[in-house]
């Protein structure tokens, strides 16, 4: 599991960006894959935890998967 802050919200298209804590790659995140709270309730700047996984739509990038705010 992944620990990263929120660096980007684009609440009209639903979706956001991830900075990883323990690299300085970014990942695409989508509305659909945050677990609890809901999308509208994340905040650009919240430490969250989430699964890394390949991005269908392009095989070389990853996405984030399973997103929920950090304990």
Do not use: C, W, Y
Not at 35 to 58: A, S, Y
């Amino acid at each position: 599991m992944a620990t990263g802050n929120i660096t980007r919200i684009v609440r009209d298209r639903g979706f956001g960006f991830i900075q990883t804590s323990d690299s300085t790659e970014e990942v695409f995140f989508h509305s659909s894959s945050v677990d609890q709270p809901t999308f509208d309730e994340l905040n650009e700047g919240q430490t969250v935890e989430f699964d890394i996984e390949p991005d269908p739509k392009q095989p070389n990038r990853s996405r984030a998967a399973h997103v929920r705010l950090s304990s």
